[in-house]
């Protein structure tokens, strides 16, 4: 079993930056990606960024691209989301997830563990 734990959210004003973590833990080495994935109420569960371990490759979702950073601490087993340039429509609830393998980095359902989640919002 995998578990993650996210941290970091908070309230900016938009314009401002936050930095979220996820640290995971309990069986890591069958892990391939993590992501970080967000929902705002009513509507979908969107793919944010991700992130293969092993390769280090980077994948980010066209809305956030050019703001956002997707990073990692492999010995830690963390993975950070740098959120730069915010704005009102970036507000959500972020989740981390992690999956043994993905064809689609981007694609909830290709995640198998999932984070309780944590909440950003920015207020314009």
């Known amino acids: 079993q995998t578990y993650l734990v996210e941290s970091g959210g908070g309230s900016v004003q938009t314009g401002g930056s936050l930095r979220l973590s996820c640290a995971a833990s309990?069986?890591?080495?069958?892990?391939?990606?993590v992501a970080w994935f967000r929902q705002a109420p009513g509507k979908e569960r969107e793919g944010v960024a991700a992130?293969?371990?092993?390769?280090?490759?980077?994948y980010l979702g066209d809305s956030v691209k050019g703001r956002f950073t997707i990073s990692q601490d492999y010995a830690s087993n963390t993975v950070y989301l740098q959120m730069n340039s915010l704005k009102p429509e970036d507000t959500a609830m972020y989740y981390c997830?992690?999956?043994?393998?993905?064809?689609?980095?981007?694609?909830?359902?290709?995640?198998?563990?999932w984070g309780q989640g944590t909440q950003v919002t920015v207020s314009s």
């Open positions: 997830a992690s999956a043994r393998g993905a064809y689609r980095p981007l694609f909830p359902p290709q995640y198998d563990s």
């Open positions: 309990g069986y890591t080495a069958s892990i391939a990606y």
């Open positions: 992130i293969h371990r092993d390769s280090g490759r980077t």
